[in-house]
């Protein structure tokens, strides 16, 4: 079964609003991390949060590995924050990074 | 600054073909990555080396091969195209909190 599970599948924001995007993992990982993949385009790593909890500008990440999940905070959406999210689990033997399907953000003027 | 290069970007082929898609890092980085992108998949990984010589099946290897030269290239390769696998393709180097990804190969086998 899916080892990665992303929710919502997506999203529509209106501007200004707050998102709070999902993560969950069936099994043991050693780390996680959050990518954004803009429209039709490349991904770019948005966080890597092994565990606890990080901010980068108005994102917030809080990963707790116990409970095999993560989350991902937008505060304060614009238009630009539009694209993919996904999550990915790095499991405890080797780097082969296992991702979610991600989550569809659109931010609406 | 970090960059995967990906070629051809786009690519339209025939079943039964053979396509091979190449990938250029110059970060010098050991991993590098090749994943397919589909929806309601999210990416997948296909296959992976630990530098060059090497080359390691993921996931979904069945139908693509591998090739790791040097360090600075990959390139996956299929050699009986199938309309499966049309895809959006994506390059990646790094390891644990620096993965570097291309701009992606969109292949479409007719």
Redesign the interface.
């Known amino acids: 079964g899916q080892q990665v599970q992303q929710s919502p599948t997506s999203l529509v924001l209106q501007e200004g609003e707050n998102a709070e995007l999902q993560c969950n993992f069936s099994t043991s990982l050693n780390s996680m991390q959050w990518f954004y993949q803009r429209p039709g385009g490349s991904l770019v790593s948005v966080f890597y949060n092994p565990s606890g909890t990080k901010q980068s500008g108005r994102l917030t990440s809080t990963t707790v590995i116990k409970e095999r999940r993560s989350s991902l905070h937008i505060s304060s959406s614009q238009i630009t924050d539009s694209g993919t999210y996904l999550c990915a689990m790095e499991p405890h033997m080797g780097y082969k990074l296992t991702f979610g399907t991600g989550t569809s953000l659109l931010v609406d003027p | 600054e970090a960059a995967v290069t990906q070629s051809p970007r786009n690519k339209v082929a025939v079943t039964g073909g053979k396509v091979t898609l190449s990938c250029n890092q110059t970060n010098n980085h050991n ?1 590098m990555y090749w ?1 397919r992108q589909d929806t ?6 296909i296959h ?1 080396s630990y530098g060059a010589g090497s080359t390691e099946k ?2 979904i290897p069945d139908g693509y091969k591998a090739s790791r030269p040097s360090q600075e290239n990959f390139s996956l390769i299929l050699e009986l195209a199938t309309p499966s696998q049309t895809s959006v393709y ?1 390059c ?1 180097s790094g ?10 190969s969109k292949l479409t086998v007719l």
């Open positions: 991993n994943y309601g998949h999210g990416l997948r990984l992976y993921g996931d994506f990646a390891g644990p909190g620096q993965l570097y990804f291309g701009e992606g």
